[in-house]
């Protein structure tokens, strides 16, 4: 059975970047949407941003312009690029696949990784 794994999250000081992994295996053969989610500390988790089989991509309002989607189909990687990182961009960030892109659809969740950021 596939999973979804991430990786690449860590520490970074305002304006830098960061570029999330996952590793989704079986999934992404099958799932019809991929999306990177978030939850900060006593927040709710919310979508960053997600791709569905077509390729059609939606951002959240506060990270469209920095962050960027992308998935490597061959290696089974969805790329989550993080750039001009704000210290509200800091939360447990999440993969997830689905099979349509509304939130309540996505119905198998990586561990996380934790991205903070820092003045």
């Known amino acids: 059975q596939g999973q979804l794994a991430e990786s690449g999250g860590g520490s970074v000081q305002a304006e830098g970047s960061l570029r999330l992994s996952c590793a989704v295996s079986?999934?992404?053969?099958?799932?019809?949407?991929l999306g990177w989610f978030r939850q900060a500390q006593g927040k709710e988790r919310e979508a960053v941003v997600t791709?569905?089989?077509?390729?059609?991509?939606t951002y959240a309002v506060v990270v469209k312009g920095r962050f960027t989607i992308s998935k490597d189909v061959a290696e089974s990687i969805l790329y989550l690029q993080m750039n001009s990182l704000k210290l509200e961009d800091t939360a447990m960030y999440y993969c997830?696949?689905?099979?349509?892109?509304?939130?309540?659809?996505?119905?198998?969740w990586g561990q996380g990784t934790q991205v903070t950021v820092s003045a």
């Open positions: 997830a696949s689905g099979w349509s892109c509304e939130y309540s659809h996505f119905n198998h």
């Open positions: 791709i569905n089989d077509h390729g059609i991509t």
């Open positions: 079986a999934y992404l053969r099958i799932a019809w949407c």
